[in-house]
């Protein structure tokens, strides 16, 4: 089993009201709950977010959103599990896959 970075990013828009904060809660709860011990870390949401190189600083906005680790086969599997993600599946944005390496 591989480790996999997956990346969110939310184009749409947040639901004000009840029962939309509930459904998007529901579809969230649902979505982590199939993947089971496949989730390695479930991550969170991004705030605000600076780039950092040896120039100096800037601050990055329309980013990252958000992050999971996921275990899986291999890649094909992890993207089939990102085709899943709320984001995705609500058509409200993008979910990078990336292949974690393990570093020694």
Known sequence: M????LLMHFTGDYPTDEAGQAEMGQAW??????????IVDAGGQGGQ???????GTSDVSGGVTGYAIVEA???AAAVEIAQRNPIVAGDNGTVDVIDIIEMG
């Open 49 to 55: 977010a600076t780039a950092v190189s040896a120039g």
């Open 29 to 38: 709860g649902g979505w982590y709950g199939s993947l089971g011990p496949a």
């Open 73 to 75: 086969t291999d890649h």
């Open 2 to 5: 591989s480790k996999f970075l």
